[in-house]
């Protein structure tokens, strides 16, 4: 969908650990590619899987900037941008990062550890009732005023500090029904808050839909509504002011194949429009 050429400048926004970013390099050999990141961890992994590749440009920074970063480069558009929202398997299987419901570890759920906010103060800061919103507007969480209130009384007798007590308090108080844990929804809605990944897509798309040469596509591959809304809504939005050509008319989903060699891609749906 995002058809790279040899001649093109292409940005892969969440550049993660590299894979999309060499799939772009091994079928455009030789065009520019710039990968962002605001992890520092990953732009290591992906500087030495990409090393071998000219023309590539490595920077720590939210996605959201992307206009100051192409700039920076003495850039004033480019020929392609694809974005892939949410949380990385990189985050998930870290240590020490607080983002899995799984592992005893502290909360953090930073994917910019220079910034100031971390889930352990979301959780054991935040009022009851914005706890709450949290937990429902980011997590989608039926029961989130019932979450936020038990642990608001949990942290009355001692504060939140990991992943493992959070994930106990939420399970105590919903009960264990199916396969998804309870909490996951809850950790969604606080990761979410956390990093303002909604507002940093919202911006993202906006940005990077004026950066597209004409003809330059924007592929975005979210996971779960929020992200999508977002994206269908901004992309609609564009074409009614004759900006875009949408061309996903409805989003593209992952085979059972592919869902099978690839269980992360479960929930993906892919997202294109095409600067006009």
């Known amino acids: 969908m995002?058809?790279?050429?040899?001649d093109g400048?292409?940005?892969?926004?969440?550049?993660?650990?590299?894979?999309?970013?060499?799939?772009?390099?091994?079928?455009?050999?030789?065009?520019t590619?710039?990968?962002i990141d605001r992890d520092d961890?990953?732009?290591?992994?992906?500087?030495?899987?990409l090393g071998k590749y000219e023309n590539v440009h490595l920077v720590?920074?939210?996605?959201?900037?992307?206009?100051?970063?192409?700039?920076?480069?003495?850039?004033?558009?480019?020929?392609?941008?694809?974005?892939?929202?949410?949380?990385?398997?990189l985050h998930l299987k870290s240590e020490g990062r607080g983002f899995s419901f799984l592992k005893d570890e502290p909360?953090?759920?930073?994917?910019?550890?220079?910034q100031d906010l971390t889930a352990e103060e979301v959780v054991n800061r935040y009022p009851e009732k914005d706890l709450a919103s949290v937990i429902w507007r980011f997590g989608e969480e039926r029961s989130s005023r019932k979450i936020a209130k038990a642990i608001v009384i949990a942290r009355r007798k001692n504060p939140v500090r990991s992943c493992r007590e959070l994930a106990d308090i939420i399970e105590?108080?919903?009960?264990?029904?199916?396969?998804?844990?309870?909490?996951?929804?809850?950790?969604?809605?606080?990761?979410?808050?956390?990093?303002?990944e909604l507002d940093e897509l919202s911006i993202a798309v906006e940005s990077g839909a004026e950066l597209l040469q004409t003809g330059g596509r924007f592929c975005v591959l979210s996971y779960h509504s929020?992200?999508?809304?977002?994206?269908?809504?901004?992309?609609?939005?564009?074409?009614?002011?004759?900006?875009?050509r949408i061309i996903t008319k409805k989003p593209l989903a992952p085979g059972r194949e592919e869902q099978k060699s690839n269980p992360s891609s479960r929930s993906a749906k892919l997202r294109v429009g095409e600067k006009i």
């Open 33 to 35: 590619l710039i990968g």
């Open 226 to 244: 929020l992200e999508d809304r977002i994206v269908k809504n901004a992309f609609k939005k564009l074409a009614k002011e004759g900006l875009f």
């Open 60 to 89: 720590r920074e939210s996605f959201s900037n992307m206009k100051a970063v192409i700039g920076n480069l003495g850039l004033s558009n480019v020929n392609g941008i694809l974005l892939d929202a949410g949380v990385s398997t």
């Open 9 to 31: 400048v292409y940005v892969d926004a969440t550049v993660g650990l590299g894979g999309h970013a060499e799939g772009i390099l091994r079928q455009a050999q030789g065009c």
């Open 2 to 6: 995002l058809g790279p050429k040899r």
């Open 172 to 196: 105590k108080a919903l009960g264990r029904r199916g396969r998804i844990h309870p909490a996951t929804r809850t950790f969604q809605g606080i990761r979410i808050e956390v990093n303002k």
């Open 107 to 114: 909360l953090d759920m930073r994917m910019d550890r220079r």
């Open 41 to 49: 961890k990953a732009l290591d992994i992906a500087r030495e899987r």
